[in-house]
């Protein structure tokens, strides 16, 4: 019995290797926050190795992203990621999205709950294990960026609106 078990097993394990999900490598950078903002070097080098990889349209894959399940795992996570911040369609949401996103950048960084500490556990991607100093030059970034944005904008236009609720 339990032979048929792992059989069936390991069966399973073969047959999902070929069902295999999208990969998000578009690169469309029409939008792109550099397209508007300044990113100086410095930021760029930084959001690209922390944060691209979730947060845009071009993920640069690890070699175990061609396993599944894991695969499905990772795209699962690239979309959600995107779906809450993407770096490739920044500027094409409204002007208080954009602000509200720059806020929540700050926040998350300084919360440290960006970059995920599942994505830089057992040294995997290094790159996105931020130190203090590097996570400060983000936070000052992102304020800058809300900063340049109240100068450019009227107040009421940098914040979301919710629209209202029709009476039961």
Request: glycine fraction near 2%; charged fraction near 25%; proline fraction near 7%.
């Amino acid at each position: 019995m339990k032979k048929k078990i792992l059989l069936a097993l390991l069966a399973t394990l073969v047959i999902i290797q070929f069902i295999r999900p999208e990969k998000n490598l578009s690169g469309d950078q029409t939008f792109s926050i550099s397209k508007k903002y300044d990113v100086p070097a410095e930021v760029a080098t930084m959001m690209e190795g922390a944060c691209y990889n979730c947060h845009s349209n071009k993920t640069e894959y690890p070699w175990y992203a061609n396993v599944q399940p894991v695969a499905w795992w990772l795209a699962d996570h690239v979309n959600e990621g995107k779906k809450e911040l993407n770096f490739s369609n920044f500027t094409s949401r409204k002007i208080a999205v954009q602000n509200k996103k720059f806020k929540e950048i700050a926040e998350q960084l300084e919360e440290k709950e960006m970059p995920l500490p599942s994505y830089t556990w057992l040294g995997l991607h290094p790159e996105a294990n931020l130190t203090e100093a590097q996570r400060q030059t983000l936070i000052a970034w992102a304020k800058t960026q809300m900063d340049t944005l109240k100068a450019q904008y009227p107040a009421d236009s940098l914040i979301l609106k919710r629209p209202p609720v029709a009476p039961k």
